[in-house]
Each structure stands twice: as C-alpha cells, then as structure tokens.
Nanobody, 118 residues
Framework: QVQLVESGGGLVQAGGSLRLSCAAS??????MGWFRQAPGKDREFVAA??????VYTDSLKGRFTISRDNAKNTMYLQMNSLKYEDTAVYYC???????????????WGQGTQVTVSS
C-alpha cells in the first residue's frame, strides 16, 4: 500500500511559479508521476520520475520540472512561467511507468488545486 498526499497548490498570477509536493508513505519504490485535470477536460499526464529518469508530456517540457527526494519520500513538481491554461487539479500517482504514461496509476493522491489568474 502507498499513501500519497499532495500539497503546494494555490492561486498564482500568470508568469509566476509554484512548487507542488507529494509525500509518499508505505511502499515507496514505485515510479511516481504527476497528472492534472482541468474543468471539463480529461485527466492529463504531466510527468513521471523513476530511478532518476524523468519523462514529460511534450507540451510542458521546459516549464515544468519533476524531481524526487528519496530520503524524504517526496516528489516535487516545479512549475514556472505558469499560464492560465495550467489551471487544474494536480494529482500525484504511483505505479509502473508504462501504466502512468497511459493514465493509470496504482495509487493516487487526493489532488491539489492550482489556479492561474490571467
């Protein structure tokens, strides 16, 4: 079992930055990733990290950076140059990398809201 708790969401102006955190407990050897879901849209894969290898959705490369502190069992998502269209609920998930890339995770957090004002 893995428990995931996101934090760090909030309201930010366009062009600003936020860093999301996902604290994991339990079996933490899984690949972990970030997803987001904007109102009225499907959940979207953002990025994943496994053993130091990072995978991003192409449209977010260069603005978003995923990282992981294994000593703290915490994953991060640094989001820079935020845009209005980045507004969404951001979720962390854990599971096999191929499953995460297909939008399927074994474990999910409760989500944290990110709102970017234009």
């Amino acid at each position: 079992q893995v428990q995931l708790v996101e934090s760090g969401g909030g309201l930010v102006q366009a062009g600003g930055s936020l860093r999301l955190s996902c604290a994991a407990s339990g079996r933490t050897s899984y690949t972990m990733g970030w997803f987001r879901q904007a109102p009225g849209k499907d959940r979207e894969f953002v990025a994943a990290i496994a053993y130091g290898n990072m995978v991003y959705t192409d449209s977010l490369k260069g603005r978003f950076t995923i990282s992981r502190d294994n000593a703290k069992n915490t994953m991060y998502l640094q989001m820079n140059s935020l845009k209005y269209e980045d507004t969404a609920v951001y979720y962390c998930a854990a599971g096999p990398l191929m499953s995460l890339r297909r939008g399927m995770g074994d474990y999910w957090g409760q989500g944290t809201q990110v709102t970017v004002s234009s």
